[in-house]
């Protein structure tokens, strides 16, 4: 059961970051910052595993995000990636393909979506495909938080396609600032409800404006009770060489 109710935490994280410096635009030039996030992943302050980020940039505006946790709690566990093609023009993300596994204890699951801009239409596994109107997917409306942050928004909505091939949608309102005392250091963060229509599910993120909005810490709860904790560990920024996409 513990480690149950922290797996749920990583089906949602996480929040990604784009470059590290405070003097450091998110974005420039309409390129992103490759970088690599590391993670720890808590219930009760107890540590459960870890989870990395990484975002791979070639000079073609072609980007690959990857998304790696592992959890475990006596003989349990739980182990998952993300990975999602994209481009990025006049501050816009545009999906390309996204993939999703997880296994461990329990039930293998995996999911594979293809966006076709030119047809207007996102294929999910192996179904026929569907009319798409701009949705993102379960990674990249994360990463686009960053830039809305970075813009001055405080309240934003996004309809997505989650790692289950189900359409969701999702409000997110700012609602204060705190000090942090995080793995990686004392930081300020500004927090993030994330609200979920028709859902018991809660979660509060923390942004930091010193590193241009990464995520820094991350906590869900259910009906009230805590879920998970995510905490920034380590960070660094740099375009990295993205491998092949086959």
């Known amino acids: 059961m ?3 109710k922290s797996i749920v935490l990583l089906t949602l994280t996480l929040f ?5 410096g405070a003097n450091q635009r998110v974005y420039a030039e309409e390129k992103l910052v490759g970088f690599e996030a590391e993670y720890l992943v808590y219930r009760f302050n107890r540590t459960l595993g870890k989870a990395k980020l990484i975002l791979k940039a070639d000079e073609d505006n072609l980007y690959r995000l990857d998304y790696y946790s592992k959890v475990s709690a006596f003989f349990l566990s739980d182990i998952r990636s993300e990975t999602s093609f994209f481009s ?3 501050s816009q993300l545009h999906p390309l393909t996204y993939a999703y596994s997880r296994s461990g204890t329990g ?4 999911t594979k ?3 076709d801009a030119t047809e207007s239409t996102v294929t999910i596994n192996q179904a026929q495909p569907i009319n798409w109107s701009g949705q ?3 990674q990249l409306y994360r990463l686009d938080v960053q830039l809305k942050l970075a813009s001055g928004k405080r309240n934003f909505e996004y309809n997505i396609i989650n790692n289950r091939g189900e359409l969701r949608h999702y409000e997110l309102k700012v609602v204060g600032k705190e000090q942090l005392d995080l793995p990686f250091g004392m930081i300020e963060g500004i927090k993030v409800r994330i609200i979920r229509n028709n859902s018991s599910r ?8 010193q590193l241009n909005y990464q995520l820094v810490k ?4 259910k009906d009230g009770d805590e879920q998970g904790e995510i905490r920034l560990k380590n960070f660094k920024s740099g375009n990295v060489d993205m491998p092949s996409k086959d």
């Open 2 to 4: 513990l480690l149950n």
């Open 16 to 20: 990604l970051g784009l470059s590290f």
């Open 88 to 90: 990025f023009s006049d």
């Open 107 to 110: 039930s293998n699951k995996s």
């Open 113 to 115: 979506i293809r966006f």
């Open 136 to 138: 993102l997917d379960n």
């Open 202 to 209: 809660e979660t509060i993120a923390w942004f930091s404006p």
């Open 218 to 221: 991350l906590k869900q709860f």
